[in-house]
């Protein structure tokens, strides 16, 4: 099976630089880089993989711009990598793609740099961005989804309509609306996919997620005051 990696550019090219450096490759893939910013440096265009292409975007909304890359993607599977989140088992994901289940997940944790020319420094805060195995659904439900972790079929993805307008947690939602959907199939794996960057909207937690979070547990029929308290807490 085949796989899209899609990436956000945003005038941040050293963010998007590390992410090309430090990502493992996936046989049979595409990696459609997203700009939806200034011109895109000539360095940064000369590090680009072979498999690689990128588009302009006119959209600034940071889902619309997803929602963009997917419509161009030619392949069976999509996965959202952002500037400064990294792939780490490029082979995980191949074996997962093998089962052809409509929605994958792999553990991840974030990581922080230390300083410029520094090895990448990789730590696990006490809100559960490392899973121990196994990883269970119910434990992601618990923990929130991280997009960076999550694989969606192509087919899925145009069925579902894309990321529904709810805010900061749409792709929170559409992870929610994959794995809970008794009709489509899904692997949760125990393999570490990524690592991801907590510089991210969803990482900021000001009242913006909040309202967000409550309004995709309520979406997605859950005790969204519970549930979202359960979610922070943890």
């Known amino acids: 099976m085949s796989l899209s990696i899609i990436t956000l550019i945003y005038n941040d090219p050293h963010k998007t630089r590390m992410t090309i450096k430090y990502s493992e490759t996936v046989n049979n893939s595409e990696w459609i880089f997203v700009n939806c910013g200034d011109e895109v440096p000539v360095w940064l265009r000369s590090i680009f993989p072979s498999n690689a292409f990128i588009i302009t975007c006119p959209h600034k909304n940071i889902y619309d711009a997803m929602d963009y890359g997917a419509s161009i993607a030619k392949k069976d599977y999509l996965y959202w990598l952002n500037s400064g989140d990294v792939l780490l088992n490029g082979k995980a994901v191949e074996n997962a793609l093998k089962r052809k289940v409509d929605g994958i997940y792999g553990a991840g944790c974030s990581f922080q740099v230390a300083a410029a020319r520094k090895p990448l ?50 792709d929170f939602d559409l992870m929610l609306r994959c794995f809970n959907d008794i009709n489509l199939s899904r692997h949760i794996s125990d393999d570490q996919f990524f690592a991801f960057s907590e510089h991210g909207l969803s990482a900021r937690k000001n009242f913006a997620f909040i309202v967000s979070r409550m309004r995709v547990y309520k979406v997605n029929g859950y005790n969204w005051l519970l549930g979202f308290i359960y979610h922070w807490r943890v």
């Open 121 to 170: 420094i990789f730590r696990y805060p006490r809100f559960v961005r490392k899973l121990s195995p196994p990883v269970t659904l119910q434990s992601l439900e618990h923990t929130g989804f991280h997009h960076q972790g999550f694989i969606i079929s192509r087919h899925v993805y145009k069925k579902f309509g894309g990321f529904r307008a709810v805010g900061i947690g749409s």
